[in-house]
């Protein structure tokens, strides 16, 4: 900041070091020289006040002379230099403590790590003693630190506004910033030291200040306790605001960041439970709404049009007792399924379809009661009865096309655009419909004389109300009758007759319980026909996609099978083939002759005749013109519903044959400290050149351990060079694999080259067995070599978590990664690609499946990749030393994306104890979790519990295996009833499970009179003789 005078530096130097006159003076030049009032400050902004401006003026004036003094006072003790004059007192051998120089772009970074700790400038001085002037800020946004004012400045000047309440200061060590210890934040920036010494003390009576002082030295600054104190209160609020203004609300949502997301985390509720919920809300939990429920599931099961194995039916496999209990299991207790488990995995479809429809109930119950609701709003503004009438079949609907069905009714009498509308309210012109038109202008009195109400008609199609009295017709003609209508807009009797028809057939239609007698029974008679259009006809030839289905004659609904009608649906938007669904005949004149029936006057006069010939017309306005549009396009969402579930069964049946296959497993004479660690495996990829062909070795991990370029192994030619370089390329494969030894090589199958890739490898390994018998381990005798599918690996390598996991690998060697992984591990190589990205999506598994949106898939998905995660179950230890391993933990029950991830544990109950799962959810997932000697727990000394090893539930069944165990333990000879023992005896039977398989559980859980619990015996039996077994097939 200041200069000496150069003249002084060569003369004198001790005068300046010891000059307290000049250096006062030099202050002085420094202030004239810092402010100029270039810069303008906020008291100089208000001109329109001249009071104010004199009371800011004093008070800088004041502000001043007490600034002037500190720095006087300061510079007694601290002695300021240039560079220059420091340099030439170290050329004289002169010793003096340098003072720290000013912040650069360092200050700037502190700036943002205070604000990281929730402090900002205002708030460190939030009492306007120690806030910056708008001068200060100005040069701050202006020119950055750099030309701000040096960090000892800035607390000077708010230590002298601190001093007007504080008292006097003690005195300051002069040696406090000789030597600085740096210290920096978790994210490797320095953080400012803050002067505790310049702190100034609160004076007590009696007590002088350097007694404060003394005390402070020793005890530290209490108030900067309570300053951090203050500060932690706020610091969830400051952390999610900062949040919030620093990072897209995409990127907080990839990241699962949001306050949503914290909500899911806090709650003791399973995640996915909590999602379903929020479009279903929370389900009613009384005994008749769970009954009420089960009963209208299982008479959808019951219906045929729920495909759950495709072509295979449900049949009486399952009870309304069964659906009953999962309702309650899943909305009582949020439990996720958790059923007992074969000595098979098992895809449980009935379950899921089962969960599918309650979460259909759940959203029409909740639809209906808002529909109800807002119906009720205007029960004093129209007709009442006709509004009862609607609530009645809103409250008898069953499905969501009779919701929409009352919902119809209600609008056609009740049209939103005229009802609650405020007088004056700005409203965009609405075209208004015929019917509407006609009932302004009163042909809704000409409508009523026609003789039944569509209510009335709907109950008698129904049988809900009998025919008791004969209809009377009028004895006015129609004509004569419509005479007294006329008007502007219908200047004739025929006008009106026609306008008053419409208004009678447009109320038939619309009546719920006429609409449900026709879908009910005539919906399933309806044909379809294709055939092509000209331009069709042109591209649709033999080998085109839609050649089975160009032309269909008369094909009924329930003979559509598989995704022939998706194909039906695309073609027709193409504009590639015209399709028509109509009733046939036969069933078309049953349905108008039933309409007749209920309808007609039995009157055979002639006023009767005329008056019927009236009603004919209606029904025949309402048949043609509503009500078969209207069961054409239940068809088509029918159809459309049917095609998509099978597709969607069949999309889930591939996935589950990728997923539910089992690990390579190694021979039998193979050596490995744990039998159930994954093979060492060589991973090879064919490359053309650029890239070249790539070997990649995996540890029984799925860690990379080496790689090797190898771009001239499968060169054709005969060129000397070229040979020379295959040559060179086959020796160092085949140095590679003596080196790793893997347990199995596989190879990715991409085209014709790799079959010759895969003979030159077998020759390298016959080599290697001829000419290096010694160095072929027993983990290589007879190595195997396979082929692999490079489309999940080929996701991998261009995936964004595969960038994360292997960021510094090039993409043929992550490609031969998850190549070598899926070897190893089919599911959690899977699991990797169902994160945020769902990267899993674009797996082509099914050639209909671009018919499926992406939510439609990933629900399947889910299905599949929970049953597989829950019957394989999670090793923990070993999944929380490897990332990619750790992938399956989001579809274990009760957890998800949004959880915390779990740590390495040494029991179960740590995941409840010290890992913050909560009771309800620790309940759903602790079943699945393993937790074993494995990853960094393999060398830990820490006790874990053996039963902690198997699928038997802690909260549920400890008791019961550690009981039965004990039982057979005390039978071979043990008989101590200590906790050792117990331990003991389940060491016992893990290590000698032939007792256990000589056990008769069924006369054991009738000597113990635990008969309802025989077959959670029958799981401990089996957990206890080989816990968490793979029931994946090979």
Request: hydrophobic share 30%.
């Amino acid at each position: 900041m200041g200069k000496a005078d150069e003249n002084e530096e060569d003369n004198d130097v001790e005068e300046t070091i010891h000059g307290d006159d000049e250096e006062d003076d030099e202050d002085e030049e420094l202030d004239e020289y810092e402010k100029d009032d270039f810069i303008v400050d906020d008291v100089d902004d208000e001109q329109e006040d001249p009071e104010e401006e004199e009371e800011e003026e004093d008070r800088a004036d004041s502000d001043e002379e007490e600034r002037q003094k500190k720095k006087k006072r300061k510079k007694r003790e601290e002695y300021v230099l240039d560079e220059d004059d420091y340099e030439l007192l170290e050329d004289n051998n002169v010793f003096a403590p340098r003072r720290k120089g000013k912040f650069k772009r360092l200050k700037k970074a502190q700036r943002h790590t205070e604000r990281d700790l929730g402090v900002s400038d205002e708030e460190f001085g939030g009492n306007g003693k120690s806030g910056r002037s708008a001068e200060e800020k100005l040069k701050r946004s202006l020119f950055g630190d750099d030309e701000g004012l040096p960090l000892e400045d800035i607390a000077e000047e708010e230590e002298l506004a601190e001093e007007e309440d504080d008292g006097e200061v003690g005195e300051e060590d002069e040696m406090s910033d000789f030597i600085v210890d740096e210290e920096f934040d978790a994210t490797g920036v320095p953080v400012r030291q803050k002067k505790l010494k310049r702190k100034k003390f609160r004076e007590a009576p009696g007590v002088s200040s350097s007694s404060l002082h003394e005390a402070h030295e020793i005890f530290g600054d209490v108030d900067e306790l309570l300053q951090l104190r203050k500060q932690g209160s706020d610091s969830n609020e400051s952390r999610d605001r900062k949040l919030e203004d620093e990072f897209e609300p995409s990127v907080l949502s990839e990241k699962y960041m949001t306050e949503k997301d914290d909500k899911i985390r806090e709650l003791d509720i399973p995640e996915r439970i909590q999602i379903y919920e929020e479009s279903t809300r929370s389900p009613p939990l009384d005994e008749i709404s769970i009954e009420d429920e089960s009963t209208w599931i299982y008479n959808q099961l019951t219906s045929g049009t729920i495909p759950l194995h495709g072509k295979e039916g449900l049949g009486s496999s399952i009870s309304r007792g069964d659906i009953n209990k999962f309702l309650e299991l899943h909305h009582k207790y949020k439990l996720e399924d958790q059923n007992e488990k074969p000595p098979k995995i098992k895809w449980h479809k009935e379950l899921w379809t089962i969960q599918d429809l309650d979460r259909k109930w759940l959203l029409l119950h909740k639809r209906k009661s808002v529909l109800q609701s807002y119906y009720k709003r205007f029960e004093c503004t129209v007709n009442h009865q006709l509004l009862e009438s609607v609530i009645t079949s809103l409250e008898a609907s069953e499905s969501e096309r009779e919701v929409d069905d009352a919902d119809a009714k209600f609008n056609l009498h009740f049209p939103p655009d005229e009802i609650g509308a405020d007088e004056g309210q700005y409203k965009r012109p609405k075209r208004k419909s015929l019917y509407s038109i006609c009932s302004k202008a009163g042909l809704w009195e000409v409508a009523n004389k026609f003789g039944y109400s569509s209510e009335e008609f709907g109950m008698q199609l129904s049988l809900e109300k009998m025919r008791r009295d004969e209809l009377e017709n009028p004895k006015e003609t129609p004509e004569e009758i419509a005479s007294n209508f006329t008007c502007a807009m219908f200047e004739t009797p025929e006008a009106v007759l026609k306008g008053a028809r419409h208004m009678a057939a447009v109320e038939i239609s619309c009546e719920p319980c006429v609409r449900k007698y026709v879908q009910n029974n005539y919906l399933d008679s309806i044909e379809v026909s294709t055939s092509p259009t000209p331009d069709g006809n042109i591209a649709i030839d033999g080998s085109h996609q839609f050649a089975g289905v160009k032309w269909l004659q008369r094909k009924p609904l329930n003979r559509f099978e598989g995704a022939q009608w998706l194909l039906i649906q695309k073609a027709e938007e193409e504009k590639l083939l015209e399709v028509t669904l109509k009733l046939p005949e036969d069933r078309l004149n049953k349905l108008i002759t039933d309409f007749n029936e209920y309808y007609l006057s039995d009157d055979v006069s002639k006023s009767a005749q005329v008056w019927n010939e009236q009603r004919k017309l209606i029904l025949r306005d309402a048949i043609f013109n509503f009500l078969l549009p209207a069961i054409e396009k239940e068809a088509r969402s029918l159809l459309t519903s049917k095609a998509k579930n099978w597709l969607q069964v069949e999309y889930g049946k591939v996935l589950w044959n990728k997923v539910s296959v089992g690990p390579y497993h190694q021979k039998e004479n193979d050596s490995s400290s744990d039998g159930e660690a994954a093979p060492r495996v060589m991973a090879c990829c064919w490359g053309p050149g650029k890239p070249a062909t790539t070997f990649v070795m995996l540890d029984s991990s799925g860690e990379v351990v080496d790689v090797l370029y190898a771009g001239s192994l499968t060169l054709h030619s005969h060129d000397a060079n070229d040979q020379k370089l295959k040559k060179n390329d086959e020796e160092r494969v085949l140095k590679f694999m003596i080196d790793h030894q893997p347990h199995v090589a596989i190879l990715g199958c991409v085209n014709l080259s790799c079959t010759r890739l895969k003979e030159v490898i077998h020759e390298i390994y016959n080599k290697m067995i001829v000419e290096h018998p010694r160095d072929v381990g027993d983990d290589m005798d007879d190595l195997s070599i396979v082929y692999g599918d490079e489309s999940l690996a080929r996701l991998y390598e261009n995936s964004r978590i595969s960038s994360d996991q292997l960021h510094v690998q090039s993409g043929i060697v992550k490609r031969a990664v998850a190549l070598g992984r899926y070897l190893q591990n089919p599911l959690a190589m899977v699991a990797t690609l169902c994160g945020p990205g769902r990267e899993i999506l674009s797996w082509k598994l099914n050639a209909f499946e671009h018919f499926l949106t992406p939510d439609e898939k990933y629900a399947m998905v889910e299905q599949v990749m929970i049953d597989v995660t829950n019957q394989v179950g999670l090793d923990v230890n070993l999944a929380a030393s490897h990332e990619w391993l750790f992938a399956p933990s989001q579809f274990i029950s009760g957890l998800g994306l949004e959880r915390q991830p779990l740590c390495r544990g040494h029991c179960r109950k740590d995941f409840l104890t010290e890992q913050g799962l909560g009771l309800k959810v620790f309940v759903n997932a602790c079943g699945f979790l393993r937790v074993r000697r494995s990853g960094l727990a393999a060398s830990s000394n820490q006790f874990i519990d053996l039963l902690d090893d198997t699928r038997i539930h802690p909260t549920e069944s400890y008791s019961r295996a550690q009981e039965l165990a004990k039982d057979v333990y005390d039978q071979e000879g043990g008989n101590d009833d200590d906790e050792d023992a117990m331990e003991m005896a389940i060491e016992h039977v893990r290590v000698h499970p032939k007792y256990l398989k000589g056990l008769d559980i069924q006369s054991y859980a009738k000597s113990k009179k635990h008969e309802d619990k025989e077959n959670t015996l029958w799981d401990i039996k089996r957990e206890l003789i080989h816990g968490f077994q793979d029931w994946r097939k090979n």
